[in-house]
C-alpha cells in the first residue's frame, strides 16, 4: 500500500507536536497532578481526544486511506485540528484556574501541574498553527469547512457549548421568560450549526433540496438577529436591579474556587456578545463566499 506524500513537511511536524504536546499534558496531570472533579475531567478529556484525533489523522495519512474514510477528508482533518485548538485553548485556561490559582498542594504535585498547563498552551499553539496550515487561501478552490465561515461554524458551536456548561451549574435560565429566550436561542443556533458541519463533513450537502449557499447566507442573517436580542436581553434580566437581587458581584466570590455562580452568569454575557460577533462575522463572509462541495 503506498504511503501518502503530506502537503508540506511543516504540516506533518506540527501534528507530531500536537500529538507529543497532548500526550505530555493529559499523561503528567493523570500521574502527579493529583488532580479530581469535574473540571479535572474535563481537562483530561480535552487532552486526550486531541491526542486521540491527531494520531488518527497521521494514521489515515500516513496509510493513504483518505479515500475509503466514511467522511470528506478535504473538511474533517481542519474542522477536528479547529475543534482540538479550541479545547486545547479552554483547558489551558481552566486548568490553572481550578488548580493551579490560590491551592497550596505539595511542590512536586504543583510542578506536575504547571507542567500540563505549560504543555496544554503548547498544543494550542501547535492546533492553531495547523488550522493556518491547512485553510483555504484566497482565490484556492476548498472544502467549506477550510474557509472562513466553515472555521467560524466550529467556533459558534464551541462558544455555545461553553455557555451551556455555565447556565447549567447553576442552572439560571429558568426564572424568566427573557432568559428562557436567550436559551432557546442557544439551543437553536447550535442545533442548526452542528447540522452544517456534521452535513459537510459527511458530504451530505448535496441532498439538501435547496441551495446550500442560498441557505448558509439566510441563517447567518437570522442567527444574528437572534444572538442581538440574546446580547441585549441576559444582562438585563441578570444584571439589572428590578430583575435580580445580585446586581454586583457577591463579596463571598472572592473566596470561592475556580467561577462563582455571579462570574458565570458575566461569562455567559461576554460568550453571548462573542458569539454574536462571529455570527455577524459569518453572515459577511457567508454573503461572498464562492465555495464547490469537496
Known amino acids: 500500500m503506498p504511503l501518502l506524500v503530506l502537503k508540506s513537511s511543516r ?5 507530531l507536536a500536537a500529538l507529543v504536546f497532548t500526550c ?8 502527579g497532578g493529583g488532580i479530581s472533579g469535574a473540571m479535572a475531567d474535563w481537562s483530561i478529556f480535552c487532552w486526550a481526544f486531541s491526542f486521540a484525533g491527531t494520531l488518527l489523522v497521521l494514521v489515515v495519512e500516513l496509510m493513504g486511506l483518505q479515500s475509503r474514510t466514511p467522511v470528506s477528508w478535504t473538511n474533517f482533518p481542519i474542522t477536528f485540528a479547529c475543534y482540538a485548538s479550541l479545547l486545547c485553548l479552554s483547558a489551558s485556561i481552566i486548568f490553572p484556574l481550578y488548580f493551579l490559582k490560590g491551592q497550596t498542594v505539595y511542590s512536586e504535585m504543583r510542578d506536575h501541574r504547571i507542567t500540563s498547563t505549560v504543555f496544554s498552551c503548547l498544543a494550542t499553539v501547535a492546533y492553531f498553527v495547523e488550522v493556518s496550515l491547512t485553510r483555504a487561501q484566497p482565490g484556492e478552490v476548498a472544502g467549506y469547512m477550510a474557509t472562513v465561515p466553515g472555521l467560524l461554524k466550529v467556533c459558534e458551536t464551541f462558544v455555545a457549548s461553553v455557555i451551556f456548561v455555565f447556565v447549567s451549574d447553576p442552572i439560571s435560565y429558568d426564572n424568566h421568560p427573557g432568559v428562557k429566550w436567550c436559551m432557546a436561542v442557544y439551543c437553536i443556533c447550535f442545533i442548526i450549526s452542528a447540522a452544517i458541519i456534521v452535513m459537510c463533513v459527511g458530504e451530505c450537502t448535496g441532498y439538501l433540496p435547496f441551495p446550500f449557499a ?10 444574528v438577529i437572534m444572538y442581538l436580542t440574546a446580547t441585549i436581553i441576559w444582562p438585563i434580566f441578570k444584571f439589572d436591579s428590578r430583575y435580580t437581587r445580585s446586581s454586583s458581584r457577591p463579596f463571598d466570590c472572592q473566596y470561592r474556587q475556580g467561577l462563582c455562580p455571579w462570574d458565570k452568569l458575566v461569562a455567559v454575557a461576554v460568550l453571548t456578545a462573542l458569539n454574536f460577533l462571529i455570527y455577524l462575522a459569518d453572515l459577511v463572509y457567508s454573503a461572498r463566499l464562492v465555495f464547490v462541495t469537496a
Do not use: D
Not at 493529559?26 to 500521574?31: G, P
Not at 442560498?214 to 442567527?223: D, H, K, M, N, P
Open 11 to 15: 504540516l506533518m511536524w506540527v501534528r
Open 24 to 31: 505530555v499534558a493529559f499523561s503528567v496531570a493523570a500521574h
Open 214 to 223: 442560498r441557505f448558509l447566507s439566510a441563517y447567518a442573517l437570522l442567527a
